[in-house]
Every structure is written in C-alpha cells, then in structure tokens.
C-alpha cells in the first residue's frame, strides 16, 4: 500500500520538490501518493513548511512523522496541537552552504578584507592580519550547523571557543556551557559567530550586557536567528565602537524594512537571509529516507527533543 505524504508548503516549493521527491522515494524504494492536498484522517507524512499554514494538526490522526522542511522548529514545536514525532532538516547542502558562508566572513573581517575593497583611495595601508592561531573565534550553539562550522574554522587554524546550553565535546574546540561558560565564550571572542536556535531562553542572549563581555571591537557575524540579539542594545554598542562590525543575515523581520537602521549603518554589513538554503535535491533525499525508515519501522533521523525545545 503507498505511503500517503502531504506536502505542505508554498505552492512554489511544490514545482521545485515534486520531482526531486519522486525521484529519491523510488531511490530509496518507497511507494508513495505525493500530493499537495488530501484528506487529512489519510494522510501517512506531512512534509512540512512552517509558512504553509497549516496550524492544527490533530485531524491527521494516522500520520507518522512531520518532516521539517526546514532545519529550525521553533516555529512548530511550540504548537500545542503537534504530538507526533517531528524530525528537523539537516542536509549536506543545507549545512554545507552554512559552512561556507560562516567560513567568508569569518575571513572577511579576520583579513580586514573591507578595508581594501571599499578603501581604493590611493593610500598604501600595509596593516598585516594575524594569523588564524592568534584571532579567537566564538560559536555560540554547537547544533549540527554549529559544529560543521565550528570544525571547519579550527582546521582553518582559528582558536574556536563553542558555547551552548548542553556540554559538548568537539575536537580542536573549546566547548563550554551555562551562564559561567557563556561569559568566558564571549570574553574570549575577537570574532562572534551566532548559530543558536530561537527558543525562550535565547531570544536577546545579546543584550548590553553580554554584549559587554565582549572585547572591545569585536565583530558578531549572524546567520541564526534575528531575535537572539537586542537590536537597540547593539545599535549602541557599534555606535560606542564596543562591537566593530556586525554581519547579520537574519533579523525579526524580513524582509528588513528600508527605513531600518541597520541599512545604512557604516558598521553593518546586512545579507538577505542567504546564509544557507535547503537544497531540493539533497533535502529530498533526507525526507525519501526518514519516510523509508518509518515504513520499515526503524528510528527517524534527526527527531527534536521536545524538553529542550529544539
């Protein structure tokens, strides 16, 4: 009997997933009614975008898992009606897009690259970069996408620092936790990477004061979620020089408006939530295989833990 999944997103995300998903369920051997609307009581898997809208999920009564199109959940997980298993996104391509854009402007501002770019002004400034081994790189949030990042700026040569809220163990990093842990992480970050998921306990983690834990001219690089930082208090930091520069990819809202400050600021380098996308194929090919576990009755991949929230 085919599996019953209903894809659940924008009608765009249908024209760029049917094929890919088609092809990687019969790759995986699964038979399968793929469709964009069904009844509800016969639906087997949801593929699931949080901007689908789709808000009640308790007609879906013989459905086996919600496969997160998306790698965060926080926009789901705190649904009251969601009592199935949910499985996050993590994809190569996903995290491979995060590595790289964390790893460019990372290097960016270790180099002083903007200097040069935007500085063509016939004045020879010979300001030589350290080396990686003596500019300190802190991520806060060692999730999946934190710790590919983290791992590919240590073999970079960077002296990495990782915060979360759980201990963890990541070779040529040094992992702390809790609140003592945080300070210490953001006293020793000439460079802050922010990759944290967007829970109770992290909204505004970046406030003016832990952001004055900070070294003085630090830059914060942001691909996580826009909410972690207190935008007023960092728009007086960068105009204190507390913070030196900030990249943010991400922010409470988007698209950013024009009239927002962050815009035209000259210590602000804003990017459009380009940090890292998932891609059809890869993606496709994480959902064709946790729909084959469930149907084999074997453990899903990547299921949120919903006493932490993510």
């Not at 020879?124 to 983290?150: E, F, N, S, Y």
């Not at 003016?208 to 208090?233: F, K």
């Not at 024009?258 to 993606?283: K, N």
Request: net charge negative; aromatic share 6%; with cysteine.
């Amino acid at each position: 009997m085919p599996a019953n999944i209903l894809f659940a997103a924008r009608p765009e995300k249908w024209e760029t997933y049917k094929t890919p998903l088609r092809t990687a369920l019969s790759e995986v051997g699964v038979e399968a009614t793929l469709a964009t609307d069904m009844p509800a009581h016969e639906v087997d898997y949801i593929v699931y975008a949080p901007n689908s809208g789709i808000e009640d999920f308790a007609p879906f009564t013989r459905a086996k898992a919600v496969l997160n199109l998306w790698a965060g959940v926080e926009d789901v997980v705190r649904n009251p009606t969601l009592h199935l298993p949910l499985a996050r996104m993590v994809d190569h391509g996903l995290t491979q897009g995060m590595v790289e854009w964390v790893t460019g402007h990372v290097l960016r501002h270790h180099l002083g690259m903007d200097a040069h770019i935007l500085g063509q002004d016939g004045i020879w400034r010979k300001d030589i970069p350290p080396l990686a081994q003596d500019r300190r790189v802190t991520m806060l949030g060692l999730g999946a996408l934190g710790q590919a990042c983290a791992s590919a700026l240590g073999r970079l040569g960077f002296a990495m620092t990782g915060w979360s809220r759980s201990q963890k163990e990541i070779d040529g990093v040094t992992c702390l936790s809790g609140d003592q842990g945080l300070r210490a992480a953001l006293q020793a970050a000439d460079i802050l990477v922010l990759l944290l998921p967007l829970t109770g306990d992290t909204e505004n983690l970046l406030n003016s004061e832990t952001l004055a834990y900070l070294p003085h001219g630090a830059v914060i690089v942001n691909p996580g979620r826009g909410p972690l930082i207190d935008d007023d208090a960092l728009l007086t930091a960068l105009e204190s020089g507390e913070v030196g520069h900030a990249t943010l990819d991400v922010f409470r809202q988007e698209p950013l408006p024009p009239e927002h400050p962050y815009w035209a600021h000259p210590r602000v380098t804003v990017t459009p939530h380009i940090a890292s996308e998932t891609r059809p194929r890869s993606a496709s090919q994480v959902i064709a295989e946790n729909i084959r576990r469930g149907e084999a009755g074997e453990p899903f991949l990547h299921l949120v833990d919903r006493d932490l929230g993510y």
